[in-house]
Nanobody
Framework: QVHVVESGGGLVQPGGSLRLACAAS????????WAWYRQAPGKQRELVSN???????NYADSVKGRFTFARDNAKLTVYLQMNSLGPEDTAVYYC???????????????WGQGTQVTVSS
């Protein structure tokens, strides 16, 4: 069993900042991919940022220069630092990871339950 838990969401004023965290636990042998997605009301889920298996970090054009992806491999935790937030960033933010699990080392994608980010004055 693998658990993925996001935290750090909340209500923030335009121009403010939040830092989201995503922690993984369970029968994990290794994590080969991490990503943050978001889904705004009435819209499809979209990729915000991800780290490829080669270690390259990508960002959606809408968040480049404002959001920063970071990870702590020892803690199986990733972060999304979000600065200069605007109302368009309001969404539920989801963490996604690809992990190999013991004992079979099967590769599976896992999702967290999401954390709400609301940007409003």
């Amino acid at each position: 069993q693998v658990h993925v838990v996001e935290s750090g969401g909340g209500l923030v004023q335009p121009g403010g900042s939040l830092r989201l965290a995503c922690a993984a636990s369970g029968i994990i042998d290794s994590i080969y991919a991490w990503a943050w997605y978001r889904q705004a009301p009435g819209k499809q889920r979209e990729l915000v940022s991800n780290v490829t298996t080669g270690g390259v970090t990508n960002y959606a054009d809408s968040v480049k220069g404002r959001f920063t992806f970071a990870r702590d491999n020892a803690k199986l935790t990733v972060y999304l630092q979000m600065n200069s937030l605007g109302p368009e960033d309001t969404a539920v933010y989801y963490c996604n990871l690809g992990a190999r699990t013991r004992p079979t080392y099967a590769e599976t994608s896992y999702w967290g339950q999401g954390t709400q980010v609301t940007v409003s004055s």
